[in-house]
């Protein structure tokens, strides 16, 4: 019985071993494209989090504006093949009012964005945490853990101040994503230079 926990321990060792690999394998892929982008995305978290209102409704306003164009190209493509059917006219119909009351009525688009901001958070946390432990013990293991406990620790303030605080969470949030995802990838874009140059 303990030889069959210490086979099952060296084959989960094994496993945990080949993932580590397959990350390294992927880190070349950062590198001084990686730096720039993570400079830009921080600049932009901290303008946004002296800005917070503002970069919620610019956010808000991108996407009703996503979501309008993308339900007239929708419509002209099923009006020009002569899609008459009405199923095919509700999907984009529904995107297009969806736009509007989000563009026209930004504060309530705000206030749905936020619903959908604590899941992604959620479901960010956990694919943070997933790739720290993949990539432990390399470098930027750490600042992995660090993104996937900021991301939940941003989730649980939506819940708790979801709908009366949203304009402020949802631009905070914005913001402190940004910088964060920028230092995340100026890290790794640095230490990948950093061992190249090696």
């Known amino acids: 019985m303990k030889h069959i926990s210490i086979n099952s321990h060296e084959t989960h060792d094994g496993d945990i071993h080949q993932q580590q690999l397959e990350v390294m394998a992927t880190l070349p892929k950062f590198g001084s494209f990686s730096v720039i982008t993570g400079i830009l995305l921080i600049a932009l978290g901290c303008i946004g989090v002296l800005l917070p209102e503002i970069m919620a409704l610019q956010a808000t306003i991108f996407i009703a504006g996503l979501l309008m164009v993308g339900s007239i190209f929708w419509l002209v493509h099923t009006f020009k093949y002569k899609l008459y059917g009405w199923t095919q006219w509700v999907k984009p119909l529904m995107l297009l009012i969806t736009g509007g009351v989000m563009l ?47 991301s939940l620790a941003l989730a649980i303030l939506f819940l708790v101040g979801w709908p009366e605080s949203t304009l402020l969470i949802v631009g905070l949030y914005i913001s402190i994503s940004l910088f964060f995802d920028g230092w995340a990838l100026l890290y790794m874009g640095w230490m990948q230079r950093k061992l190249n140059a090696q």
Not at 122 to 145: E, N
């Open 104 to 150: 026209f009525y930004p504060l309530d688009g705000v206030a749905a964005i936020g619903v959908l901001l604590v899941i992604y958070l959620i479901i960010d946390a956990i694919g943070s945490f997933t790739f720290a432990y993949m990539l432990r013990p390399l470098v930027g293991w750490g600042w992995m853990i660090f993104n996937g406990v900021t």
